[in-house]
Nanobody, 123 residues
């Protein structure tokens, strides 16, 4: 089992920045790709970003490209999501997820999920 705990979500003004963290515990973190997803009220869960185990490959959803950056520190078993130039439409619950192997855009391919952290962007 891998346990994931997100933190860092809060209320922020449009144009501002925020960094989310996701701490992993449990079995070894080694070999796991990590992803960030988000879900706004009444909407489906949406892919935001993913990163390979080594950190050498990363992927982004079209709506966040150029504004968000995913990174990881394997020594700390932590993955980050740096969010810049935030917009009201970025408002959502943000979830981190883990899957063994390569990164993926798809919700169903991730086995482990955190409980989420809420991000609210005011206009």
């Amino acid at each position: 089992q891998v346990q994931l705990v997100e933190s860092g979500g809060r209320l922020v003004q449009a144009g501002g920045s925020l960094r989310l963290s996701c701490a992993a515990s449990g079995r070894t973190f080694s070999g796991y790709a990590m992803g960030w997803f988000r879900q706004a009220p009444g909407k489906e869960r949406e892919f935001v970003a993913a990163i390979s185990w080594s950190g050498g490959s990363s992927y982004y959803g079209d709506s966040v490209k150029g504004r968000f950056t995913i990174s990881r520190d394997n020594a700390k078993n932590t993955v980050y999501l740096q969010m810049n130039s935030l917009k009201p439409e970025d408002t959502a619950d943000y979830y981190c997820a883990a899957r063994y192997g390569s990164g993926s855009y798809y919700v169903y391919e991730y086995r482990y999920w955190g409980q989420g952290t809420q991000v609210t962007v005011s206009s």
